[in-house]
């Protein structure tokens, strides 16, 4: 057995976490910039950080992650990190020359209180920031909420960008949160069709899924220019896909510049994308296009031809909050039974909006922000489950359990496929599906016995 | 291709590529680094030429980790049967969970906690009021679960800003408990300059709680430990492997596939064999002049280096039985290994790779490439210092800076009752006579050609340049840097922790190796990466029809 020690009886921690289910602030950050066109990210703390963010998420995207970072040594960690941050700043313009610095503290920097608004305002001052190029930054501690909140600040400091030019620009800025490039890959296919102009924020397509092609860019094509960041004031309105993700930025655009928002969940599954098409086809007055009531007909038809491998199959789900509520949802919509749900990211809200969601599904249901995937465990081992949903660590759950599994989330360090096919949207829902129907059935021809073995399922 | 690969090279001589790297760069930044690089002349300088060890330029994007992954990643990482709790906020943990490919065999019951991740998660109030309690609860809580035989603790950046006294809180907790062993590490990420620092903070507690606490004499002839092999890959599998089949018994390996017993008992052995200098050096330094145990320089990394090394482990018992039996191993294991290579190096002849990993490990796998009659072009540390570099001869002569002086150096003397030389004067003298070479290592320079550049410390940008000038056949060095030189078209293998792969070690992982260099450096993806119309734009002729 993998996990051998973890036992069934559970028993209270009050300070010990074991197996996370979640990680620190800056990683979010970290990603976000990195969905700014020619941004590189800057961690303002001791390198260990950085190079653990980079390598994190490198290898979860297969894909090089540039950021630099200050390279705290104890010097600087007691006389503060300034000087370590404005010979950065220099060599990072002179060296790599991007139009972007995205600037996020670490545990180190922000224990010590080095003022970032005020490091950047010297910079400037100081002639260290070229002409065209910008610096941001946002305050990341990972002593509070998780790499999701590190992943806002870092978003509002995107906001930040603004500059309303007093003329609309007849967009909608749409900030899809932590989903994946192919996602917002996805999104932006959707709002074409649709005929909706959008500026998505951030936007990592084509960023962190790139090509082979014996060429290495360091900034590569894709990602949210600055000139549409600043449009951002300029915009109809926001829709905010998430609100652990993606609510701050826009209610940071909506109490700056006026720019309206709605906060919805993440378009995973039917009836989320059912909700984000609809306030697209509002906000733009536009009658939504045959070939998406195609896609989401599609998406309906092939939960009605296998419903009978889905209903009441339980299920064991970890990851992120905006991505579990609309998991929950999805799977509830289809008759399945998400009984035991765990996000490491605290938040009593998030587990109100579970419960509410699985209020009728007929019976208990196990939830906890600020969890762990040891309890996780435990409450698979107190009561079974038929599939588990959740990043690469589920694995060791999974083998000694025995139990179908599906990876989604963050991060998937073994498997390919999160870069380039979406889970948003009703085609991301059919993926998901046939992905879930997968490990179902594969199950299922695994274990029938020979005389139950079918040909036809 | 290979025609050009040569142009490429008589084009740039290693003075030109060094001024190309150091170009772009501010004039503070260039003063710098160009002390960093160098143009080997391998002579056996008394003062080191190249500087090392010394601090990373803030913007410059490093491939450099800090102290804490040095300590409880790379060191104490592979130990399973401790169970390692990290006090500090969740990211370092968590990212240090699982991300090394350490393997181990605890059988199917033993005690295993390499799979779990453990932390403190502090939180804002305990940055603020101290985080004390919340550890000592952590640790109260790991040991009413676990039950294990040792609990340790890992401090990260904030924990030393806000001065938890993390030492005391664990020895009271081992008083408490007394049936475990809790001890713990302020290996914060901001001291030192890389890894190097948190290689040495380990080295002193493990030394200082772990090593001479169990006196048991263990059976077993020819005893030694081998100190600095991670067991990455299932490495120390092979070379565990090739032990037993010689008759050599392995009392501890510092930190592959380890228990807590093993370190222990370590101090049993009677030679320490030393695989990655760097990281472990320091174990082995004082164990000699606490216990009497002489150590040398070993490397299974390389089939030649694996036969010489087991004879150096042989010649240094010197009995025969051994001498033979070593002998008859290697004779035994050779055949397949050269094999392997009359198959594969006719492919690999001639083409040329850069390493930059490590303290130890480019020279070890340096070993490896000249066994397949590839070229190492360049190569250099990660964290190395300069005698790992130049050799121990330049030890007096290293100037300790600031950073370095922060890392405690433990006092140590014989210890009254179990210090035993392990040979005598006279037999260590003769052994000398004869070439053999304790406390002994040339270092990378010695080993590399002429004129090859030695870099330490490379950075992204100039392992981009470098690739781009002097276009290797491969680039070795870590996960952060695959990618970015696999779109150049340049094959990347992982040398810290393998991609994939493995074992590389002894006789059996050298041919893995040559297989898996074959497999990249030969991989028909390297062909698919432009399409036939980018090959050829023109539209010279009209489309033929069948
Ligand atoms: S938790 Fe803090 S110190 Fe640890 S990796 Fe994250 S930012 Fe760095
Ligand atoms: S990669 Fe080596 S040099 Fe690096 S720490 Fe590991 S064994 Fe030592």
Redesign the interface.
């Known amino acids: 057995m993998?996990?051998?020690?973890t036992?069934k009886e559970i028993?209270e921690?009050?300070?010990?976490?074991?197996?996370?289910a979640?990680?620190?602030?800056?990683?979010g950050a970290m990603y976000a910039a990195l969905g700014i066109h020619g941004c590189l990210p800057?961690s303002h703390?001791?390198?260990?950080?950085c190079?653990?963010?980079?390598?994190?998420l490198?290898?979860h995207y297969?894909?090089?992650?540039?950021?630099?970072?200050?390279?705290?040594?104890?010097?600087?960690?007691v006389f503060g990190g300034q000087a370590?941050?404005l010979?950065?700043?220099?060599?990072?313009f002179?060296?790599?020359n991007p139009e972007v610095i995205a600037i996020h503290t670490?545990?180190?920097s922000?224990?010590?209180g080095d003022d970032l608004p005020q490091i950047k305002k010297k910079a400037v001052a100081e002639g260290k920031v070229p002409e065209g190029r910008y610096l941001i930054s946002a305050s990341t501690?990972?002593?509070?909420g998780?790499h999701v909140t590190g992943f806002s600040n870092m978003v509002k400091a995107m906001a930040g960008m603004a500059e309303p030019t007093g003329k609309k620009n007849g967009k909608v800025n749409i900030i899809p949160g932590w989903v994946e490039p192919a996602d917002m890959e996805e999104i932006k296919r959707i709002t074409k069709m649709i005929g909706v102009k959008t500026i998505l924020f951030p936007d990592t397509s084509g960023v962190l899924n790139?090509p082979?092609?014996?060429?290495?860019?360091?900034f590569p094509e894709g990602g949210t220019t600055v000139a549409e960041l600043q449009s951002t004031g300029d915009s109809k309105g926001t829709l905010a896909l998430g609100e652990w993700c993606s609510a701050d930025a826009a209610r940071e655009l909506d109490k700056k510049h006026k720019v309206p928002c709605s906060v919805l969940d993440m378009p995973f599954g039917l009836k989320a994308t059912d909700r984000f098409i609809d306030a697209l086809r509002t906000i733009a007055g536009v009658s939504i296009p045959e070939e998406i009531a195609h896609e989401r007909g599609q998406l309906v038809d092939m939960i009605s031809d296998m419903h009978q491998y889905l209903y009441g199959k339980k299920v064991a789900l970890v990851g992120d909050p905006d991505q579990l509520i609309a998991m929950t949802e999805f799977l509830v919509s289809m008759d399945m039974k998400p009984i035991h749900i765990v996000t490491?990211t605290p938040g009593k809200k998030f587990e109100k909006r579970i419960k509410e969601l699985t209020k009728d599904m007929g019976c208990e249901v196990n939830v906890k922000a600020a969890g762990d995937m040891?309890l996780l465990h435990q409450w698979i081992k107190n009561e079974p489950v038929d599939l588990i949903i959740g990043n690469t660590?589920c694995k060791?759950i999974a083998r000694d359990e025995d139990i179908p599994y599906v990876r989604w989330g963050f991060p998937i360090l073994d498997r390919q496929g999160h870069q380039y096919f979406p889970t948003v949207g009703y085609k991301g829902g059919i993926r998901l599906l046939e992905k879930i129907l997968g490990v179902l059935l594969d199950r299922k021809d695994r274990d029938d016995a020979e005389s139950k073995f079918e040909l036809v399922l | 291709m290979a025609t050009a690969t040569k142009k490429k090279l008589v084009q740039w001589g290693p003075a030109e590529v060094k001024s190309a790297l150091l170009e772009?760069?501010?004039p503070k930044?260039a003063r710098k680094r160009a002390k960093q690089i160098m143009i080997n002349e391998a002579q056996q300088n008394e003062t080191p030429e190249l500087t090392a060890n010394v601090?990373?330029?803030?913007?410059?994007?490093?491939?450099?980790?800090?102290?804490?992954?040095g300590c409880k990643g790379v060191i104490m990482g592979p130990t399973r049967d401790i169970v390692n709790?990290v006090h500090?906020?969740?990211?370092?943990?968590?990212?240090?969970?699982?991300?090394r490919r350490n393997q181990t065999d605890a059988g199917p019951?033993g005690?295993?906690?390499m799979?779990?991740?453990?932390?403190?998660?502090?939180?804002?109030q305990?940055?603020i009021f101290g985080g004390e309690k919340?550890?000592a609860?952590?640790i109260?809580?790991?040991y009413?679960?676990?039950h294990p035989k040792s609990i340790a603790v890992f401090a990260?950046?904030?924990v030393?800003?806000?001065g938890d006294d993390i030492h005391t809180v664990s020895k009271n907790m081992k008083e408490k408990f007394g049936d475990c062993n809790v001890y713990a590490f302020s290996c914060e990420?901001?001291?030192?300059?890389s890894q190097s620092a948190g290689h040495h903070i380990a080295n002193n507690q493990v030394f200082r709680h772990l090593v001479g606490q169990n006196d048991e004499v263990k059976p077993g002839k020819y005893k030694i430990n081998l100190l600095g092999e991670y067991n990455i890959g299932g490495d120390g599998f092979e070379i565990d492997r090739i032990f037993k089949k010689c008759g050599i018994t392995c009392i501890s390996t510092f930190s592959g596939n380890s228990t807590y017993d093993q370190f222990a008992s370590s101090h049993t052995a009677d030679l320490n064999a030393v695989m990655c200098h760097r990281s472990i050096n320091y174990v082995a330094d004082m164990m000699e002049t606490k216990y009497g145990i002489p150590w040398v320089k070993v490397n299974f990394i390389g089939a030649k280096a694996t036969a010489k090394s087991l004879r150096k482990i042989a010649g240094y018992f010197g009995e025969k039985a051994l001498i033979d039996r070593v002998e008859a191993v290697i004779a035994e294991e050779m055949p397949e290994v050269e094999a392997a290579l009359a198959e594969i190096t006719p492919r690999t002849e001639g083409k040329t790779a850069m390493m930059f990993v490590g303290g130890s490990r480019a020279h070890h796998y340096k070993e490896l490439f000249d066994e397949l009659k590839m070229k190492t072009i360049s190569a250099g540390y990660e964290f190395g210092h300069q005698d790992d570099y130049e050799g121990r001869q330049v030890l007096p002569n290293i100037q300790v800076d600031?950073?370095s002086r922060?890392i405690e150096e433990i006092e140590v003397s014989a210890d009254e009752t179990r210090f035993k030389p392990r040979k005598s004067d006279k037999e260590m003298k003769a052994l000398e006579k004869a070439g053999y070479r304790f406390k002994h290592y040339d270092g990378l320079a010695a080993d590399m050609d002429k004129g090859t550049l030695i870099i330490d410390d490379l950075n992204?940008?100039e392992a981009?340049k470098l690739v781009e000038l002097m276009k290797p056949d491969i680039f070795c060095a870590?996960?952060?840097e695959?990618?970015?030189?696999?779109?150049?078209?340049v094959p990347m293998k992982q040398l810290h922790s393998y991609d994939s792969g493995g074992p590389y070690a002894g006789f059996q992982g050298a041919v893995n190796f040559y297989k898996e260099i074959d497999r990249m450096v030969n991989s028909k993806?390297w062909g698919f990466?432009?399409a036939p119309w980018q090959k050829n734009p023109q539209l010279s002729a009209s489309y033929n029809w069948e």
């Not at chain 1, 501690?141 to 509070?144: E, T």
């Not at chain 2, 799979?115 to 804002?124: L, R």
């Not at chain 2, 990420?189 to 300059?193: H, L, P, R």
């Open positions: 993998l996990l051998r020690h036992p028993t921690r009050t300070a010990l976490t074991i197996n996370p979640k990680t620190c602030q800056p990683i800057h703390g001791s390198q260990g950080c190079a653990y963010h980079r390598s994190a490198t290898r297969k894909e090089p992650i540039s950021a630099s970072t200050s390279s705290f040594t104890e010097g600087a960690s370590n941050m010979q950065a700043i220099n060599n990072i002179t060296v790599y670490t545990c180190l922000e224990t010590i501690p990972s002593y509070a998780s790139g082979l092609s014996g060429e290495y860019k360091m490491g040891f660590y060791y | 772009k760069y501010p930044v601090r990373t330029i803030p913007g410059i994007i490093t491939m450099r980790g800090c102290t804490y992954a709790l500090g906020p969740i990211g370092c943990s968590f990212y240090a969970w699982l991300t019951d005690e295993n906690y799979n779990y991740c453990f932390s403190t998660d502090m939180q804002e305990d940055i919340k550890l609860q952590a109260q809580e790991a009413d679960l676990f990260t950046c904030p030393g800003l806000i990420g901001y001291k030192g300059v600031a950073d922060n992204q940008y981009e870590g996960v952060k695959k990618y970015s030189i696999q779109k150049l078209g993806v990466m432009k």
